[in-house]
């Protein structure tokens, strides 16, 4: 049984940071691809940011480019991502995933998915 589990979300006034971070537990193979997503109220969910299981590989949204860094500790198997210049339009629930293939991570068709983690950013 693969368990992703966020953590670090939280209510934060707009210009302030938050550390998002993702433990993966369970047997699987080592994920090659892990990213992060999020849903807001009455809207779709959307891709943030992903990164390859090396760290050779980066994408973020147009959106948060040059706001969020994503970064791994496969020792830990912890994925995170750091929100920096946050605004009331970064208000949702962050979900992480993780899958063998990170086509499939940027393509919202990962194998495993997190709970999400609310993060609330007033003006």
């Known amino acids: 049984q693969v368990q992703l589990l966020e953590s670090g979300g939280g209510l934060v006034q707009a210009g302030g940071s938050l550390k998002l971070s993702c433990v993966l537990s369970?047997?699987?193979?080592?994920?090659?691809?892990m990213g992060w997503f999020r849903q807001a109220p009455g809207k779709e969910r959307e891709f943030v940011a992903a990164m390859s299981y090396s760290g050779g590989y980066e994408l973020y949204a147009d959106s948060v480019k040059g706001r969020f860094t994503i970064s791994r500790d496969n020792a830990k198997k912890t994925v995170y991502l750091q929100m920096n210049n946050l605004t009331p339009e970064d208000t949702a629930v962050y979900l992480c995933a993780v899958d063998v293939d990170l086509r499939r991570v940027r393509g919202g068709s990962a194998s495993y998915w997190g709970q999400g983690t609310q993060v609330t950013v007033s003006s």
């Open positions: 369970g047997r699987t193979r080592s994920p090659n691809g």
